[in-house]
């Protein structure tokens, strides 16, 4: 169970939010909420936990603390929830009135960030009754605690005890509680002796002592009490997966700033941990930080969504989609521009126009990183004022003259030889490799003269957008250093040329020649594949 879009209006934070997931190609395994303290991420977490007391009927449409103001952005207003999930499932409340289209109990488990516990304190059994089925001891709000922890032990506790009498041998016994959580550490903490955690045995509360948690960390056997605040979390966490997942095998899980007391390098070992092999794959993990490690991590993973609350305004309506990964920008709310460079010292970073991003990173171009621009205009920017970062935009409307002058005025920035990506990817020398490559023919003469005549329909079109175009060229305006600007004459010389290499420089493939059947059903990442395109790529960054 994956939810692909989450609307809610006059909750929490939100006037109107909805963070729709629909663009991406597969549902997303992991949810990353990133945003400075205080930018709503756990009002999305109040949401599920509310669905979760709906669906479980644990809340009542009419009880004070669904009539309270703690989820009414407006007391005056209802509000409203919409989960929608990949398997055609959904979930809608707006108060009164509740529509749970076959949403199961156990859809939903969360964790509020109030988890810590600094030292046991239980000295008997059986003090406390839970359903771990039914998952009542969790908390009611996000800012209430979660007291789940010592629960967890006796339930372990009780289970190895089953097992024992149950004639089950040590090795499965440490196989099914105790090797589950080695192993994890090993993966977080790293296996070298100095480093290496392990958990050694497990004894419950009993004749008025508090329970017995035994750890060897490097050379030495400790207690728990003895260990880190994020050690301390990170078995936390385990040790409630391990005894609760049997529960939740189709899920959507939300675990609020798991990150706590750990590293950079701990917290991206631990959210990796937790998500390939601690949360079954057809459930979905939604979790919030500011971290970098659990940022570099979902920056990095293919089925991993990252949602940027960071400087919105959440009093008029938002809608969220995934940022784009390799983006720049999502490092910023964790470490400083300065700090990024340092990160990848040795490495060219190249920041590109938005989408073209991830065509330019598949390329795996020599000691070269590229990050995600919003637009021209951004990458411009962004190469003008920080003297770590190149850019490379697209040519667009510009004489050669005009190209060669801004390449030498801006030694950061580097333009395409053609209008767009576009260009490249449809150019009939990249489409004859390609087809070619799949042993299919290609004619490339046909396809030239089919531009050419789309060329020919469209050249009005493409005069009206010429001069608009050119006016938003951000280095057009710059006082210093000044750029050639010819006039927009050349660029129409250039367009109405017989030769096809001068025209196509300056033809807009991205909007025009689309219906050409030899461009029809053809996926751009495959174009960005072929030695031709790379070796171009490669060429324009030489300038």
Known sequence: MKITKLELKNFKRFDDLTIDLTSLAEPAKLVLLIGTNGSGKSSVFDAFEYVNKLVRSDIKINDDLSKSSYYNKNTKKKYEIDVTFNDDRSFHSNFFLVNNNEIPDNAFYGRTSFRQVPKLTRTASGQVSVSFEKDSDRPKTFIDYDNRFENDIEKISSSILTDLFGQNSTQQILESYINPINRAFENIFGAEDGLRIRLLSIKPPLDGKIAEILFQKGNSNIQYDYLSSGEKEIFNILLDLLVRKEYFQDAVYFLDEIDLHLNTALQKNLLKEITENWVPNICQLWTASHSLGFIEYANATE?????????????????????????????EIAVSKEFLANIFEGKTLVFSENTDTSLYNNLKIKDTIFLVGRNKADVFFKTKNNANYNGLIDRDYLTDEERNSVLTAYKKLYILDYYSIENYLYHPDNLEEFYHSKGNEFDKTGYMA??????????????????????????????????????????????????????????????????????????????????????????VLKK
């Open 303 to 331: 089925n991993a969504a990252i949602i940027d609350f960071d400087n919105l305004n959440f009093d008029v309506p938002q809608v969220i989609l995934p940022s784009t990964k390799n983006n720049a920008d999502i490092f």
């Open 450 to 539: 089919s531009i050419k005549n789309e060329r020919k329909l469209v050249r009005d079109k493409i005069l009206l957008g010429i001069l608009r175009a050119r006016e938003s060229y951000s280095f057009f305006r710059e006082e210093k250093p000044k750029v050639i600007r010819t006039d927009e004459e050349m660029i129409l010389q250039m367009l109405d040329a017989d030769d096809f290499e001068t025209f196509y420089k300056v033809f807009p493939a991205k909007d025009y020649g689309t219906g050409i059947k030899e461009r029809q059903n053809l996926n751009p990442a495959d174009l960005a594949k072929t030695k031709w395109f790379k070796a171009k790529i490669e060429e």
